[in-house]
């Protein structure tokens, strides 16, 4: 008889040392029943319902049930670490008792996450690019050459040959020396597969009930049918707001004149590649000269280019065939990956797939780099990830706007013929409303495009000083994270210490933050996503700009634009609902436990000013929202007076340690409501012009429905109703406008979006001369 959910789910939270929680019980049973009806289910679970654990325990009891493991994947090593350190050895423990043996588990990584020992033994030709020879790195000096060694001494103690056990880590060049890809890898060639790290990871998770794995890993799996992880029906994602970015980085490919000079070297005296060589330099001085940006057509010249450089590729592959199985050594493997490589990316540019989007860009080590890039993952998706097994997509931003749709689109969820799927949010155990403010510098300028204004730097030092530190900078570029932060320096003198992303490694940076509460941090996207420090040492975050994707980012743009080509709105569906997800991510930094309290502050006023703004603010937690500026300086004065100190934190381990913990921060709201940051009495609330979050917490099922449209990208967002500005164009107006044809949207779009006649939005584009 299987075993009860509510039974499993009680032990398991007795066995992590928390407490029931609503939402956490409601998401649980939500997955139970999404397995068992093979429903694929989007649930949006705030910070702090422990969600980890509410589909942990359901897909254990789904895996005894059925006797096939169930697959867990995450966006990050950290959150990787946590589940198979942390969590699941609890939780089988707790739950062997009632299921009557103890729940298996393991994690599964790419082959280059791992030791290969033939490469240690010497069975590979050296990495191009290495300092120095495996055979010589005993006798070699410097900083690569320690690492090998310590590679080579620690492959003799390893049992898993696993990277993330190697404690301190080493550098990418000395790590690919005793590693390799797997398209370099021998297979069952192999004369240590016996041995394999990887072949031994992968064998057991083939008889345990939860495998552990990456989305890249996942999504390669899927695509390409490698068969990589075994076979199950029910799929877990979590941190699922990074799926599509993380596939869509994984199936974008890029030729490189350095790329075919390595491919070339690789094939030694193997096969002739002279010819590959000379059209790879004549196609990078080609790219050289190409401006950066998106391409709408491939040029002539660097077409045949590109078609010089695959079929010379195509002629080493030839010489590069064995004669037979046996003749295929690690040599001759690693060489034929990197022809292939070139052939495969030259080939896919030029045949000109329908969503296929490339581009140059320009690295200051590499050089002209020719990309190319899918312009939406959602069919893919729909077809590899969703087809053929149960999907549970679960994060604390997967409803923008106040709905699942913008998501569910990027994923191939909406549409005609997409499968059935429900959206349930079971909220957050924090009493958002009372633990934190969200305050709009109304005062301010509209952001410009010649950096920080003035006004703007004197509102963070005015909050800064005000919080007594404490402050977490998110900023939309790197420019303005370190033009803020060098600003700050100055102001601050040794009061208030400013780090700045790029100073040392984020891990290093965020545990010194944490440690010392008057020490500000700034920084741009890894910090906006992966800061977790709870208490007082992050009473304030300030967000510079509303973080639309770049103008010039030649995949948003070209998502942008072939939705307005099929009657959509570009700038919602892709601008916006890019903002609104990283603005819902930045904001979540501030409360990540039931003791935290702070201030969001918006240094941007399209906040509360532009036609979107409801859409923007309908996606953030339902903080307390105003624009008065003494109240939130009263507040964060008052935070940074009463405020308790933890002793400064020795380890940064320790620092990570105790940030991991807040997802599981024993909460009961019900009985802890805060009133620091209530509204006083005597202040009146002042509401923003646009609708607002809700306190209460809310349950949506969304069914699918048919539409008629078949659209291979996002699907149109939800737009707050808002009228039109009265009275002639003013600053935000002409920002818009601005953002709105450099991410090539049309004048009728642009009219439609301002709710303006085509005709004033015409003229205006000529009095700016924009368009």
């Known amino acids: 008889m299987p075993a009860d959910l509510d039974a499993l789910m009680e032990a398991a939270v007795g066995g992590v040392g928390g407490t029931d929680r609503p939402g956490q019980r409601k998401m649980a049973r939500a997955v139970d029943q999404a397995a068992r009806s093979g429903t694929h289910l989007l649930v ?224 030694g005296r193997m096969a002739d590649a002279s010819t590959m060589r000379e059209a790879g330099e004549l196609l990078q001085e080609l790219l050289n000269g190409v401006q950066e940006g998106r391409l709408l057509g491939i040029p002539d010249n660097l077409a045949l280019a590109l078609t010089r450089v695959r079929d010379a590729a195509r002629s080493v592959q030839s010489e590069l065939k064995p004669a037979s199985p046996a003749d295929n050594d690690a040599s001759r493997q690693v060489a034929r990956a990197a022809i292939d490589e070139i052939f495969d990316n030259c080939d896919r540019i030029l045949e000109g797939r329908e969503l296929d989007v490339v581009w140059v860009s320009q690295d200051q080590r590499r050089g002209a780099i020719l990309r190319v890039a899918p312009m939406s993952v959602a069919m893919l998706l729909r077809d590899k990830v969703f087809g053929d097994r149960t999907v549970i997509m679960t994060s604390a931003t997967l409803e923008l706007g106040g709905s699942f749709d913008s998501v569910a689109g990027t994923l191939g969820l909406r549409g005609e013929g997409g499968p059935q799927w429900k959206g349930l949010d079971v909220g957050s155990p924090f009493d958002y409303p009372r633990q934190a403010i ?76 944490a440690a010392d509460p008057r020490t500000c941090l700034f920084g741009t996207l890894t910090l906006w996503q992966g800061v977790d420090v709870p208490g007082p040492s992050c009473q304030l975050v300030i967000i510079d700009r509303i973080p639309f994707p770049r103008p010039d980012d030649p995949l948003a743009s070209a998502r942008s634009q072939e939705i307005a080509r099929r009657g959509g709105n570009g700038f919602m569906s892709v601008s916006a609902t890019h903002a609104a997800l990283r603005l819902s991510q930045g904001a979540g930094r501030l409360v990540r436990s039931s003791a935290d309290r702070g201030v969001v502050a918006f240094l941007d006023t399209r906040m509360i000013t532009a036609r979107y703004a409801g859409f923007l603010q309908k996606s953030l937690p339902p903080f307390w929202p105003t624009t008065d500026r003494a109240l939130v300086l009263k507040a964060l004065k008052r935070l940074d007076e009463t405020a308790v100190d933890r002793p400064a934190a020795t380890d940064v381990e320790e620092v990570e340690r105790a940030a991991a913990e807040a997802e599981e921060t024993t909460v009961d709201a019900a009985h802890d409501v805060p009133t620091e940051l209530a509204p006083h009495p005597d202040v009146e609330t002042e509401t923003l012009p646009a609708e607002t979050p809700q306190l209460a917490v809310t349950e949506q099922v969304v069914e699918q429905e048919p539409v008629t449209e078949r659209a291979p990208v996002a699907e149109q967002a939800p737009v707050a109703e808002a009228a039109p500005a009265a009275g002639g164009w003013n600053a935000e107006d002409d920002e818009e406008l601005r953002d709105g044809i450099d991410l090539g949207l049309e004048p009728e779009e642009l009219a439609d979006h301002l709710d303006r006649p085509l005709e004033d939005v015409r003229n205006r584009l000529v009095q700016l001369r924009i368009g």
């Open 44 to 267: 949006q679970a705030g910070t702090g319902t422990g969600k980890s654990l509410a589909y942990l325990v359901p897909a254990i009891r789904h895996a005894v049930e059925t006797g096939q493991p169930a697959i867990v994947a995450t966006a990050t090593l950290a959150l990787q670490a946590q589940i198979v350190d942390r969590d699941l050895p609890r939780i089988a423990d707790a739950l062997a008792p009632i299921l009557g043996r103890r729940p298996t588990y393991g994690l599964v990584k790419g082959r280059r996450n791992y030791l290969c020992l033939h490469k240690i033994e010497g069975g590979y030709p050296d990495d191009e690019d290495s300092l120095l020879d495996v055979g010589e790195v005993d006798r070699a000096a410097g900083r690569i050459g320690e690492e090998v060694v310590r590679l080579r001494e620690w492959a003799q103690e390893t049992d898993s040959g696993e990277r993330d056990e190697l404690v301190p880590g080493v550098s990418e060049r000395a790590w690919r020396q005793v590693s390799v890809s797997a398209e370099e890898c021998l297979g069952s060639k192999c004369p240590m597969v016996q041995e394999c790290f990887v072949e031994r990871s992968r064998a057991a998770a083939k008889d345990v009930d939860v495998v552990v794995t990456n989305h890249s890993f996942m999504a390669i799996d899927s695509f390409e049918g490698r068969q990589m992880l075994p076979e199950h029906d029910l799929l877990v994602v979590d941190e699922a707001h990074e799926l599509v970015d993380r596939v869509t980085s994984t199936i974008t490919d890029e030729v490189t004149g350095g790329m075919i000079a390595t491919a070339a070297r690789r094939c």
């Open 438 to 513: 969200a305050y709009v510098a109304s005062q301010l300028p509209p952001p410009g495009r010649d950096g920080m204004s003035t006004q703007a730097m004197d509102e963070i030092e005015t909050l800064v000083r005000a919080a007594g530190g404490r402050t977490l900078g998110l900023f939309s570029s790197t420019r303005a994270a370190r033009a803020a932060a060098e600003e700050m320096r100055t102001r601050f003198g040794d009061d208030i210490p400013v780090l700045c992303q790029g100073d040392d490694q984020i891990r290093t940076l965020v545990g010194q933050f």
